[in-house]
């Protein structure tokens, strides 16, 4: 059992800044790839950026891509995401997740956070 908690969430307007954390507990951390989630209003749960259990292997989507890192310490069992000029697109829930093998499929992951919200006003 792996519990995920995530913070650094909050309220900010577009072009701004925020860095996520999500800090693992239980279990061997650095045995998991780990990913970022998040889910808006009437939307289904989405996949954001995922990151190998290594650190030298990551995915991202689309809509994130030069925009958000994601990176992760294993010394401290914490992976990051790092955003950067933030659209209010963004807005949503974000949820940190453990799985087993580096992946994008949400149905891959076994642990997931409670998550943190993150808006973004233009």
Do not use: H
């Amino acid at each position: 059992q792996v519990n995920l908690v995530e913070s650094g969430g909050g309220s900010v307007r577009a072009g701004a800044s925020l860095r996520l954390s999500c800090a693992a507990a239980g279990g061997t951390f650095s045995n998991y790839a780990m990913g970022w989630f998040r889910q808006a209003p009437g939307n289904e749960r989405a996949f954001v950026a995922a990151i190998n259990w290594s650190g030298d292997s990551t995915y991202y989507a689309d809509f994130v891509k030069g925009r958000f890192t994601i990176s992760r310490d294993n010394a401290a069992n914490t992976v990051d995401l790092q955003m950067n000029s933030l659209q209010s697109e963004d807005t949503a829930v974000y949820y940190c997740a453990a799985a087993t093998a580096l992946t994008t499929n949400a149905k891959t992951f076994n642990f997931w956070g409670q998550g943190t919200q993150v808006t973004v006003s233009s």
